[in-house]
């Protein structure tokens, strides 16, 4: 397919943050309205760009969609700082999603939302923050993250280890480990992780799941979109893993900053938010079990029912869902169908 047009449209974060928009595609001409894609922890916006025949921003603009990108202060496009969910829901997501009301002139819009993008995105909804999103397409985790025993493990009794050498992991180090530090993780992840992918990926696996990869299945991703994962993963502060591993216990999102506009448990009380939600979740996730989708719609349908859905794809894991060779024929058309959906 040819390239697609993108326009960097700038934003403020409400503690004062300089963030990221990109616009895709035809922009005011396109023949639906907006969509926000909202990346996870460690990436960036480009991570829904991936160099296969046709990846999901070009599916998007292709069906008449005005897609827009964020990237919040947990991109690596970005200046690194020590994030917490909490400051992306209450800072980023909403002054996202006002930017693209303000320029478009739309009053309503919708999202897809990928794991930590999407738990944060979650925290935003439910605190009511964000009531111009009528429609939410969430991947791998939103209200109850679930995780592997082993992953359980490395939460409880690697993280306070970790915080006593460093303040964050950088799967960079499988390019250039920059002190003694960073070169004992990295042998630490290339020693424990013996699949055939480079020294970043493995590092990837090692950071954020307990697979083997964590992220993806092999088999589904091809040669070129290997080498490019390379560079599309970076810093990621040890201040969201603190948070994740509370959240973990509780088995649903809590917040731990005490900002006014949050609530303290988000599985408590009623939903703040009308949107229509999808859950995905790939079967072979080990980075966030498939349990966090199916805990979080049952959630959802116990106090709105029959108005939201669930997938779980059999042969997924967790990132291939959207950079999949087979993903534009297995995944898309349910996302689509889901953004499609009648209010």
Known sequence: MTALRQQAVPFTAGDGRALRLWRVGPGDDARRGPVLLVHGAGVRSNIFQAPV?????????????????????ASIDLPPCDWTLDQAAVHDHPLAVRKIV????RSRLKAVIHCQGSTSFTMSALAGLMPQVDTIVTNAVSLCPVIPA????????????LHRLLDGLDPQWGEFAPDWRARL?????????????NAVSKLVSFTYGS?????????????????????????????????????????????????????????SGPLRTEARWTFLAGALN???????????????????PGRHRLHVFSRYSHLDIFMGQSA??????????????PG
């Open 286 to 304: 080990r980075c966030f079990l498939p349990q966090s989708q199916v805990r979080a719609h049952a959630h959802f349908e116990a106090r709105q």
């Open 211 to 267: 697979g083997h990869p964590a992220l993806w299945r092999h088999e589904h991703l091809n040669a070129a979109t290997l080498d490019w994962l390379r560079h599309e993963f970076a810093r990621v502060p040890l201040t969201f893993f603190d948070q994740i591993r509370t959240c973990v216990r509780a088995g649903h999102l809590v917040s731990v900053e005490g900002l006014p506009q949050l609530p303290p448990d988000f599985a």
């Open 328 to 341: 534009s024929a297995d995944v898309f058309p349910v996302i689509l169908s889901a953004l499609q959906a």
């Open 150 to 161: 082993f992953s359980r493990f490395k939460l409880a009794f690697t993280l306070p280890l």
């Open 102 to 105: 303000e320029v478009t002139g």
């Open 185 to 197: 993780i990295r042998a630490v992840a290339v020693g424990t992780h013996f699949e055939a992918e």
């Open 53 to 73: 025949r046709e990846n999901l921003v070009q599916r998007l603009v292709a069906e008449g969609y005005d897609v827009w990108l964020e990237d919040w202060r």
